[in-house]
């Protein structure tokens, strides 16, 4: 069984920052990639790949840094300029190889201007 656990939402002022974490447990063999999306945008805020090769939403760009610990099957979000618009419940994913995709909980992430 599989489970992604998330933490580090919570309330920051604009211009703030705050970090997501979210880890991957269980029989796990290799995951890519790993990714954070936001519920109510329907965005994908960042991919990231096996090999560490990073991708974003124009969005965030400039302004968010993905980044995982293979040995830990965790990955980072690190969000920094945090707008009001960046206001979501954000999810992390994981393409599980040989066995599919999972979601974490999700996190609320309320920046205040």
């Known amino acids: 069984q599989v489970q992604l656990v998330e933490s580090g939402g919570g309330l920051v002022q604009a211009g703030g920052s705050l970090r997501l974490s979210c880890a991957a447990s269980?029989?796990?063999?290799?995951?890519?990639?790993m990714g954070w999306y936001r519920q109510g945008q329907r965005e994908l805020v960042a991919i990231i790949t096996s090999?560490?090769?990073?991708s974003y939403g124009d969005s965030v760009k400039g302004r968010f840094t993905i980044s995982r610990d293979n040995t830990k099957n965790t990955v980072y979000l690190q969000m920094n300029s945090l707008k009001p618009e960046d206001t979501d419940v954000y999810y992390c994913?994981?393409?599980?190889?040989?066995?599919?995709?999972?979601w974490g909980q999700g996190t609320q992430v309320t920046v205040s201007s």
């Open positions: 994913y994981a393409n599980i190889v040989s066995i599919g995709r999972y």
């Open positions: 269980g029989t796990i063999f290799s995951i890519n990639p």
């Open positions: 090999g560490g090769g990073a």
